[in-house]
T-cell receptor, first 116, second 113 residues
Framework: TQLLEQSPQFLSIQEGENLTVYCNSSSVFSSLQWYRQEPGEGPVLLVTVVTGGEVKKLKRLTFQFGDARKDSSLHITAAQPGDTGLYLCAGGPTPAGGTSYGKLTFGQGTILTVHP | NAGVTQTPKFQVLKTGQSMTLQCAQDMNHNSMYWYRQDPGMGLRLIYYSASEGTTDKGEVPNGYNVSRLNKREFSLRLESAAPSQTSVYFC????????????FGEGSWLTVV
């Protein structure tokens, strides 16, 4: 069974601060996805990384996939109250094909609260 | 666009009762999934359907059955509900067998007493 350990579980910061969320596994994943979930809603995909060492940026969010494809990080610069939510990492198959049929292994999630 | 629609949104069951969670997607996606979300455990895959006419077990299938009624609809049935099945259930869909972008419904809150 593949496991993803996400840390920290809770993060409470002030507006303007920077933060990093980590996602680690002993298993290799073909792809790593990051989701954001608001209360009462389903997760929404933020980004997918597929290549070891890959870095993707989405405005103030920077996502990195480890060289060995076993870990990933999400860095938020100058956090804003609108960033508050549950952040989930999920390991899965290669988006380009394969037989895993979109089966994702999720981390436990990081609850981020950004105070004004 | 409706995307992925789940019903009901809230349900309270007594131990031993049965119920079916309904899910429909209007994106013409081939693959559909059922996940459950519990505090501190992220989401775990219950069952999935890679394409119309096929279903397969995920990580936590015990106590559940599924039906891929057609390309649009994928239902999850609890035959004899147990308190351990108290959870938030999410249906999801994606374009193809490889997953690509997975779109989630808004969730169904189920409490078994």
């Amino acid at each position: 069974t593949q496991l993803l350990e996400q840390s920290p579980q809770f993060l409470s910061i002030q507006e303007g601060e920077n933060l990093t969320v980590y996602c680690n596994s002993s298993s290799v994943f073909s792809s790593l996805q990051w989701y954001r979930q608001e209360p009462g809603e389903g997760p929404v995909l933020l980004v997918t990384v597929v290549t070891g060492g890959e870095v993707k940026k989405l405005k103030r969010l920077t996502f990195q996939f480890g060289d060995a494809r076993k870990d990933s990080s999400l860095h938020i610069t100058a956090a804003q109250p609108g960033d508050t939510g549950l952040y989930l990492c999920a390991g899965g198959p290669t988006p380009a094909g394969g037989t895993s049929y979109g089966k994702l292994t999720f981390g436990q999630g990081t609850i981020l609260t950004v105070h004004p | 666009n409706a995307g992925v629609t789940q019903t009901p949104k809230f349900q309270v069951l007594k131990t031993g009762q049965s119920m079916t969670l309904q899910c429909a997607q209007d994106m013409n996606h081939n693959s559909m999934y059922w996940y459950r979300q519990d505090p501190g455990m992220g989401l775990r895959l219950i069952y999935y359907s890679a394409s119309e006419g096929t279903t397969d077990k995920g990580e936590v299938p015990n106590g559940y059955n599924v039906s891929r009624l057609n390309k649009r609809e994928f239902s999850l049935r609890l035959e004899s509900a147990a308190p351990s099945q108290t959870s938030v259930y999410f249906c999801a869909s994606s374009e193809g067998a490889s997953g690509n972008t997975i779109y989630f419904g808004e969730g169904s809150w189920l409490t078994v007493v």
